[in-house]
């Protein structure tokens, strides 16, 4: 068996891709990988899909979580949420708490606008010819037996 040393004897190849590898960072600079990176990414997701990640995702996050338990995952989240509140302010979880929650609200009354529609055309009939019917009230205000 061959060992991890070139025919002199004086470096491993490990430690020559090393050295390589230290020697085109200093030459091209950490952004030359960041864009091959890209571009092989890119490469790959064209010629294999977006499954593929989702697959590799998978099975690399089922396999740390065989070798380190599902409590590392925890760990790492607190680890980054604490991050995310150091750099951006603690106000940062409430305002994307609020924009995440009036998105739902709009979601919900789209679909219950929705829901309606499909009823009325179901029944036949249209807001317009029911009596009393009207419009719906501008974004933020409540309409008829509507509570905010």
């Known amino acids: 068996m061959q060992q991890d040393k070139d025919n002199k004897g004086s470096m491993t190849v490990a430690e020559a891709g090393r050295k390589g590898g230290e020697t085109v960072r200093n030459e091209r600079g950490r952004e030359f990988y960041e864009t091959i990176g890209r571009k092989g990414g890119a ?42 509140k150091a750099t951006r302010g603690p106000n940062f979880y409430e305002e994307i708490g609020r924009k995440g929650g009036q998105k739902v609200k709009k979601l919900i009354e789209e679909g219950k606008r929705a829901a309606r529609a499909a009823m009325e055309k179901q029944e036949g009939t249209s807001p317009a010819e ?19």
């Not at 998978?58 to 680890?79: D, L, P, Q, S, W």
């Not at 719906?136 to 409540?142: I, N, T």
Request: hydrophobic share 20%; charged share 40%.
């Open 43 to 84: 490469t790959v997701k064209a010629e294999r899909g977006r499954s593929f990640y989702e697959e590799i995702g998978r099975k690399g996050g089922e396999t740390v979580k065989a070798e380190r338990g599902a409590k590392f995952y925890e760990e790492i989240g607190k680890k980054g949420g604490d991050r995310v």
């Open 130 to 148: 029911e009596p009393g019917a009207s419009a719906s009230p501008p974004s933020g205000e409540p309409g008829p037996g509507r509570t905010e």
